[in-house]
């Protein structure tokens, strides 16, 4: 099985920071991840497919990169609202592997 | 619109059985996997089960391979997921996700507990 890793686990940011989370594959997972963002008592809500495409609807200050083992998603200022927990999921083979989660919080 | 509806949670005994439902809308249901996602609360997401569109393949997390089963009708664009010898571990809120998890219902809570 695929494991995810993904890192920080809580970091403090301010409004206009620009922010990066990384998720790392166990193996080789071409460019298939997928990052999501999480408010408290919300469903999931998908950022971004295919390691770097923007969800229809999804603000532009949000990207992903990477491909192979390495990724990363990039919030490129903070808004209030982007604070929240994010995840990544490799969606590769299954079973799909969601990485341990990132709670932003405001500094 | 996308629709997934989850039902089918609630209150079991260690070692009890229940099955939920996701009922799909808005789109063709054959031509897309579709996923179990659970959350404990306070807790990370954590992908269960999968029945992919395009054959009757299941996958499924060691945590549950053996005690879970998953099942769809695509008569009713309705996928199931059976969950025998459920344990406290299993409690969290349950959710159907499309394909690649790009559409999610609105979950529904299982709680093992005596």
């Known amino acids: 099985d695929i494991q995810m890793t993904q890192s920080p686990s809580t970091m403090s940011a301010s409004v206009g920071d620009r922010v990066t989370i990384t998720c790392r594959a166990s193996?080789?997972?071409?460019?298939?991840l997928a990052w999501f963002q999480q408010k408290p008592g919300k469903v999931p809500k998908r950022l971004i497919y295919v390691a770097s495409s923007l969800q229809s609807g999804v603000p532009s200050r949000f990207s992903g990169s990477g491909s192979g083992t390495e990724f990363t998603l990039t919030i490129s200022s903070l808004q209030p609202e982007d604070f929240a927990t994010y995840y990544c999921l490799q969606h590769n083979s299954y079973p799909y592997t969601f990485g341990q989660g990132t709670k932003l919080e405001i500094k | 619109e996308v629709q997934l509806l989850e039902s089918g949670g609630g209150l079991v005994q260690p070692g009890g059985s229940l099955r939920l439902s996701c009922a799909a809308s808005?789109?063709?249901?054959?031509?897309?996997?579709i996923n179990w996602v659970r959350q404990t609360p306070g807790k990370g997401l954590e992908w269960v089960s999968g029945f992919s569109g395009s054959s009757d393949s299941t996958y499924y997390a060691d945590s549950v391979k053996g005690r879970f089963t998953i099942s769809r009708d695509n008569s009713k664009n309705t996928l199931y997921l059976q969950m025998d010898s459920l344990r406290a571990e299993d409690t969290a809120i349950y959710y159907c996700?499309?394909?690649?998890?790009?559409?999610w219902g609105q979950g529904t809570l299982v709680t093992v507990s005596s």
């Open positions: 193996q080789g997972i071409s460019n298939y």
């Open positions: 808005g789109f063709t249901f054959t031509s897309y996997a």
């Open positions: 996700a499309r394909g690649w998890c790009d559409s």
